[in-house]
């Protein structure tokens, strides 16, 4: 496993990537690490991507960390370093499950 990047590079490789950081990129401490969100609303219908637009700065985002990535229901892209798969969350074979 690779060693986990702080804030401070993964931020760093973004911008060197000339990725402008705006509210198109969010940054959240999860228990594994950090998470990259990237989600650029439509503008024709609120809380939903622009999937044009979303998936174009996700590739950019994915050349410069080369993170794991997953898709959300809403169209954002969300990037974990070392992003174990756990399967699907209602299957009762998951480790997702309760």
């Given at each position: 496993?690779?060693?986990?990047?702080?804030?401070?590079?993964?931020?760093?490789?973004?911008?060197?990537a000339n990725i402008v950081l705006?509210?198109?990129?969010?940054?959240?401490k999860g228990y594994d690490g950090w998470e990259v969100e990237v989600f650029?609303?439509?503008t024709t219908?609120?809380?939903v991507a622009d999937d044009e637009k979303t998936d174009a700065l996700?590739?950019?985002v994915m050349d410069a960390l080369k993170?794991?990535?997953t898709k959300t229901g809403y169209g954002a892209w969300i990037f974990?370093?070392?992003?174990?798969?756990?399967?699907?969350w209602c299957s009762t074979n998951s480790k997702w499950h309760y």
């Open positions: 496993m690779a060693k986990k990047l702080t804030i401070t590079q993964i931020k760093s490789r973004l911008k060197k705006d509210e198109t990129i969010d940054f959240e650029i609303e439509s219908q609120e809380g996700s590739d950019k993170w794991e990535c974990r370093q070392n992003m174990e798969d756990k399967g699907e």
